[in-house]
Each structure stands twice: as C-alpha cells, then as structure tokens.
C-alpha cells in the first residue's frame, strides 16, 4: 500500500522559514516524480514545486522561485520542501504528490500527472 505523509507544517512569522518533508512508503520515490502543492482558504489546489527521479531538475512556480527549494533524499525515500521568506500569501495546506514520470527530464507541474497524494500539512504565516 501507498502512502505519502507530509510533515513539518507550522505557524511562522513573516519572513520566517520551514522546511516541510514528505516520507514516501510502498514505492521507492527514485522512480518517481515529486511535486508540491499548496490550497489556501477559499482558493483551489495549485502547483508550487516539482522534482524528477533524481531531483536534479525543479520546476517551481512563479510564486516559489528563489524562495523555495525542492530537494529528494531517495535512498531515504523522503522529499522535502524548504520554504523560506514567507509571506502571508503562502499560508495554506501543502500537499505532496508522487508521479510516475517516464523519465528523469519529467517536472510535472498538473494535479492530473500525479498517481499519490499525501494528505497536507498546514502553514500559517503570520505578522
């Protein structure tokens, strides 16, 4: 069975950093695609970031670059999303999310790429 579990969500003042993990079981996350996602109130679910097989290529968001850095550690089957200068616009659920890409060029950045799902974990970016 699959399963993606996010942790490291916080409340964090503006400015402030977090570094949110996702630990991957039943699957081995070095064939697969990583991608973060985020839903704040009242608004739906968009991309923020992705890695490949290997995560040596990102794709970010607009809103995440140069903020924001995905990175994998797949012999720990575990990704992670380090977040920082927060604003109060990245308050929201951050969702994880495993694609079974073709190859290692693969940064999917479209909820429908992706085959699992974590259940999210809450950021709260305060003054």
């Known amino acids: 069975q699959v399963s993606l579990v996010e942790s490291g969500g916080d409340m964090v003042q503006i400015g402030g950093s977090l570094t949110l993990s996702c630990v991957a079981s039943?699957?081995?996350?070095?064939?697969?695609?990583i991608g973060w996602f985020r839903q704040a109130p009242g608004k739906e679910r968009e991309f923020v970031a992705s890695?490949?097989?290997?995560?040596?290529?990102?794709y970010y968001a607009d809103s995440a670059k140069g903020r924001f850095a995905v990175t994998k550690d797949n012999a720990k089957n575990t990704a992670y999303l380090q977040m920082n200068s927060l604003n109060g616009e990245d308050t929201a659920v951050y969702y994880c999310?495993?694609?079974?890409?073709?190859?290692?060029?693969?940064?999917?950045?479209?909820?429908?790429?992706?085959?699992?799902w974590g259940q999210g974990t809450q950021v709260t970016v305060s003054a």
């Open positions: 999310a495993a694609d079974s890409a073709y190859s290692d060029y693969d940064t999917p950045a479209f909820e429908s790429e992706y085959d699992y």
């Open positions: 039943g699957l081995h996350l070095g064939r697969y695609a």
């Open positions: 890695a490949s097989w290997s995560g040596v290529r990102t």
